[in-house]
Every structure is written in C-alpha cells, then in structure tokens.
C-alpha cells in the first residue's frame, strides 16, 4: 500500500482535509499529517475537524512518500512561505510522484514555481493567480495533468478522491 503526505496548516477547508484522509486510510494506505511543528494541533475553519501533526515538514522528505495531498482553505496560505514545505513539493513532482492539491492547495504549487505548462483548476477565484503562475487554469471539478490532480471546491471531493486512489 502507499504512503501518503498530507500538508495541513490551521485553518484548512475541514471537509478538503477530512475526506481524503479518511478515504486514503479506508482504502488501507497510510497517511501522515505533515505540519511546520509536530505534535501540533490544527484546526479547520469550519470548526468541524481538527488533527495534530505527526511529523514536521523539516523531518520528512518526499523519498518517504508515494503521494502528497494538500487540502485548501487558509492552510496553503499559512504553508507557501516555507522554503522546506516548497522543496517537498519540488521534489514530489521531479520525481513525477502524485501532487493533488483541492481549492486554495494550488497556491502551494504557484508559490513553488511548479505550474509553468501545466493544466490546473483551484478554487475559481484564485484564476488569475493560476495563470500569472503560467497555468491553463480550467474549471472542472477535477483535472489529471501528469502527476497533479486539482479540484476546486468540496463539492468536487468525489471525483478528487477517486482519481486520487486511482495513482495509488
């Protein structure tokens, strides 16, 4: 089975984090929850759903993991700023491993300088920000450009997930 990053900050989109993760680990993969400190405790804006980190993103490197997933919400925002957080996902995608990123976890990938090229959907709004970062950005609630796999929203979550179990 794989092993798979979750990138998850205060203030994620609960539902964005929560399904996946849960549906990761239902399908018998293991999950890690990669923050700035281990052991912290984060909470979902939506006050529903709250984890801790099992690790710190200084402890960890993407030769450990066969995915990465990187919910939205503000936690992208609070995640893009780190230059470890930006290397991890480098690496993900030089080794062409999957990076699937739902709503605002694009951000992370623009902030990383990974979507020159590449086709890509996010929450709509950030559009304009998906495409000054060199994107074809395109609203559908899923899109599988190599080894990125984007949604917009949570409404999108079952077709997230499902092309998401399909690469592990």
């Given at each position: 089975?794989?092993?798979?990053?979750?990138?998850?900050?205060?203030?994620?989109?609960?539902?964005?984090?929560?399904?996946?993760?849960?549906?990761?680990?239902?399908?018998?993969?293991?999950?890690?929850?990669?923050?700035?400190?281990?052991?912290?405790?984060?909470?979902?804006?939506?006050?529903?759903?709250?984890?801790?980190?099992?690790?710190?993103?200084?402890?960890?490197?993407?030769?450990?993991?066969?995915?990465?997933?990187?919910?939205?919400?503000?936690?992208?925002?609070?995640?893009?700023?780190?230059?470890?957080?930006?290397?991890?996902?480098?690496?993900?995608?030089?080794?062409?491993?999957?990076?699937?990123a739902i709503c605002h976890g694009p951000q992370i990938l623009a902030s990383a300088g990974l979507l020159r090229g590449r086709t890509i959907t996010s929450?709509?709004?950030?559009?304009?920000?998906?495409?000054?970062?060199?994107?074809?950005?395109?609203?559908?609630?899923?899109?599988?450009?190599?080894?990125?796999?984007?949604?917009?929203?949570?409404?999108?979550?079952?077709?997230?997930?499902?092309?998401?179990?399909?690469?592990?």
């Open positions: 089975m794989s092993k798979v990053a979750f990138l998850l900050a205060n203030e994620f989109e609960d539902s964005e984090m929560q399904v996946p993760y849960d549906e990761v680990k239902q399908a018998g993969h293991e999950a890690d929850i990669i923050g700035l400190k281990a052991g912290e405790t984060l909470k979902g804006k939506q006050g529903k759903a709250e984890y801790t980190t099992d690790k710190a993103i200084t402890d960890v490197k993407a030769d450990d993991y066969d995915a990465v997933v990187i919910p939205g919400g503000s936690s992208p925002e609070n995640l893009r700023l780190d230059p470890n957080v930006l290397e991890f996902v480098k690496a993900f995608d030089a080794s062409k491993k999957p990076v699937a929450y709509p709004p950030l559009q304009d920000d998906m495409v000054n970062a060199g994107a074809n950005f395109v609203d559908e609630e899923v899109v599988v450009d190599c080894n990125f796999i984007s949604s917009r929203t949570p409404k999108d979550e079952p077709a997230f997930v499902r092309e998401l179990l399909k690469v592990l």
